[in-house]
């Protein structure tokens, strides 16, 4: 399936901001299941500094910087991806109790290697609540990838999609006392759930198409950041990637654009400046299929 996508993240600032330093991560992934046809990250005014690469987990990464002062600026993506991606038919994972020995088994540590994704990390942390949640979900001899559908299943039943009661601050805990969240929130309590019980898993930042009602026209803009989960089942299934705010596994109409530990490794805007007084900011998404 082919998408024509565009993003654009605006800031603007009461006062002037100076010493500028941001890290983007807005264009799409490239690889098997997903390629980018064409796009570049532009950004307006022209930075006095930008460097484009790649980062550890190898997402394509925008470094710039502005030396002057700014009262406002755009990131902005646009571009075309080619999404070739269908979930496997048969369970190949596992059983839970067999997972730790075949960790054992994995010696690598390439970025994609599952030791990245069992322990601590900036925006996933130990939870008693959300441990005692997860062994609820367990059962003896439970496949990884059932084990991983069950959670799922639990916190879409659970969680409350509540764009309102969160923002990007809001810790994993958190959300799950409240029982309400975004995706975002709802991927990083999932995320803590799976490596309380020894599951590694990823957090994975993209867009999801979305369908207007049923005879009516698609909006400009309707679109927005998604984000979901990938969990790792065994050394013959590998990483398999779920969405647990609309419960389901992860298709076509994802587009993925980072993965990482959790959201602080992906997060399209990241960085410093120095200003005073009130700012705004936003994004606007359109995910839009070619026929």
Known sequence: MLYDIRLTIRYSYQSPAAANRTVLRMQPLSGPDQRLVSGRVAIDPEPDFRQDGEDFF???RTEVAYDGQLSEYAFRFAGRVDRNFE????????????????????HSIVPQSPH???????RVRHSPEIAAFARDQLEPGL????????MSRALHSEIAFDPTATDVTTSAEEAFLARRGVCQDISHIMITALREVGIPAGYVSGFLRTEPPEGEARLDG???????IRAWCGSEMGW????PT?????????????MGRDYADVAPVKGSLRTAGLHATSHSVDVVPVV
Do not use: Y
């Open 58 to 60: 190898g997402n394509a």
């Open 240 to 243: 398999v990637e779920m969405d």
């Open 87 to 106: 979930p496997g038919a048969f369970d190949l994972s596992c059983p839970l109790d067999m997972l730790a020995r075949e960790l054992a088994d994995t």
């Open 116 to 122: 990245h994704f069992l322990g601590r990390s900036s």
């Open 143 to 150: 496949p990884v990838l059932e084990t991983v559908a069950r």
């Open 222 to 228: 309707a679109d927005a950041m998604h984000a979901w």
């Open 246 to 258: 609309n419960d389901m596994r992860v298709g076509e109409d994802h587009i993925t654009v980072a």
